[in-house]
């Protein structure tokens, strides 16, 4: 707690339509507003889907960490309408997604809490969370162990690859895109 604001870390991803715009525009409006402040954004990684139905298309994933004023439940509900604006709609659980905001970490909180659970479940085996976070904050640690040792050891790290800027997902879908 630093002045009444809380560090805490979230993780984007989207597999589907315009993935790279949709993050870019999801961080601005992550943190526009006075309750939210950037402290930092991590480069964006192509990532292979981890669960879900076989087929999908490959998320682009980042991780931003952020101050906030808003009460963990308020920081959940700031992310679900950032997801909304997005065009979300949650049918398939790890299904296709325009995008998806969680919490992977609010200050050192812990809750077993089913609508929001901290630090996330799944972060510390997931790569595609563990390596954006150790790029932007790599003395953090989940479990008493550094993010970036985590990612290393995590099972779909070696499907990770840098983001090159060319959204060739965006070819079919973006063509017959409405916005
Ligand atoms: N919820 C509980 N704890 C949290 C938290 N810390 N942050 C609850 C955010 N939400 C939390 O989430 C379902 C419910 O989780 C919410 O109602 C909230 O109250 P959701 O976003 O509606 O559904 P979801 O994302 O499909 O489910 P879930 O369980 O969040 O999935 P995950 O674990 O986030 O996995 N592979 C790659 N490569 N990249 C990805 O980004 N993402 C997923 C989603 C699977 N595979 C992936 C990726
Ligand atoms: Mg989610």
Known sequence: MNNGYTRAVLALGSNLGERNETLSEAVADLVDVPEVRLVAVSPVIQTKP????????????????????????????????????????RDVRWGPRTLD????????????DPELTL????AAE??????PWSLIDPAAELNGRRVGDLAAQAADFGDIVPFDGFDEADGVTAAGAVE
């Open 50 to 89: 981890v669960g879900g139905p076989e087929g999908q298309p490959d998320f682009l994933n980042m991780v931003m960490t952020v101050e906030t004023s808003l009460l963990p439940g308020e920081l959940l509900r700031h992310c679900q309408e950032v997801e909304n604006k997005h065009l979300r709609v």
């Open 101 to 112: 905001v969680d919490i992977i970490a609010y200050g050192d909180i812990t809750s077993d």
């Open 119 to 122: 630090p996330h479940p799944r």
């Open 126 to 131: 997931r790569a595609f969370v563990l390596y």
